[in-house]
């Protein structure tokens, strides 16, 4: 079979197009025929060691698959031959064939492509996970989402739109404003150069925002835990901007506010459930058409280099999504 090899820490540019044995299954695993592989910026990170996961050498990238069941364990009635599903696999995925284990494959609705499937798992699980699980945002509150024209920040205002919360973008262009507008933010702030905690603050009618969902951190980080509402929750999501910040615990204490983070991927491995319960609620969103992801660009395996180096270059402003034929 073809699979998309790193084979050296040296980046996207480094990776190959091999032949490899087919996989064999474990006893509770189903082998799955991918037609289709979302890529992320941390394709990027891992194949130059720099992701909080490092598999050992040569692997394939590719964490969110989409495709069909070629065989399922004899353990597992849920499954069968033909059936289109999804999977969070962490690495491995850009490979025409993959062992996965048959519990968290997630069936795909017939008219939802699985092109699309292929990139729900993590923006769209993690805007999921940070808003539903964690940050219990409900009817009626205000979000800020920062770095909001970014994968992740796309995913959450359409996540707390379909939760029917006003949304308050944070972007950093006027481009980048359009973008986030395009996605269903109700209002946009441009930042560096504005005073966040008396944007939101303007915004809100100075009660301030319910819940932040925070992807860049950096020196927005203390303005927007200033921004709060009373018992609001402050989730701490990425740090874009490549500066972890450090703040005054004394604010959240003085707003009976809480701070919580958002760790996808290990709430995946721990809540298992939960992961599938949000899976199957973006799945029918999907299918019913409230909610359409964009799909930037498709590429077959074979232009792998290209496909990540947009990634790279942090050109991305919808998904960008692999096809195997």
């Given amino acids: 079979m073809k699979a998309a090899l790193c084979k050296s820490l040296d980046g996207p540019q480094a990776l190959s197009l091999e032949m490899l044995p087919e996989p064999i299954p474990g ?103 940070g808003l539903r699980d964690r940050g219990r945002l409900k009817k009626g509150e205000t979000v800020v989402v920062t770095g909001a024209a970014g994968g992740a920040g796309q995913a959450a205002i359409e996540i707390a739109k379909l939760m029917e919360a006003r949304v308050i973008a944070v972007v950093s262009s006027p481009e980048k404003r359009e973008i986030a507008k395009a996605a269903g933010a109700d209002d946009a702030i441009l930042f560096p150069g504005t005073d966040l905690k008396a944007e939101v603050r303007a915004l809100t009618g100075g009660s301030g925002a319910d819940v932040v969902y925070d992807c860049i951190g950096g020196e927005a980080a203390e303005s927007l835990v200033r921004a709060l509402a009373w018992q609001g929750r402050f989730l701490v999501v990425g740090f874009a901007s490549g500066e972890i910040p450090k703040l005054p615990l004394n604010l959240l204490l003085l707003k009976g506010a809480e701070m919580s983070g958002v760790f996808w991927g290990e709430s995946v491995r721990r809540d298992p459930e939960g992961h599938r319960a949000n899976m199957c609620q973006l799945l029918d969103w999907v299918a019913a058409g409230r909610l359409s992801p964009r799909i930037q660009a498709t590429y077959p395996i074979e232009k792998i280099v290209d496909a990540l180096s947009v990634l790279d270059r942090r050109e991305a402003k919808g998904k960008i999504v692999l096809t195997i034929d």
């Fill in 27 to 129: 006893r509770d695993q189903a082998i799955i025929r991918v037609k289709a592989v979302g890529l992320n910026f941390a394709d990027t990170l891992i194949t130059r060691g720099k992701y909080q996961f490092k598999p050992d050498l040569p692997f394939s990238p590719g964490a969110e698959i989409a495709g069909v069941v070629e065989s399922a364990p004899e353990t597992d009635s849920q499954l069968s031959p033909g059936q289109k599903v999804m999977a969070y696999v962490n690495w491995g995925g850009a490979a025409e064939k993959i062992a996965v284990a048959a519990e968290t494959l997630i069936p795909i609705p017939e008219n939802v492509p699985l092109t699309v499937a292929a990139g729900l798992s993590v923006t769209y699980g993690t805007a999921m996970h």
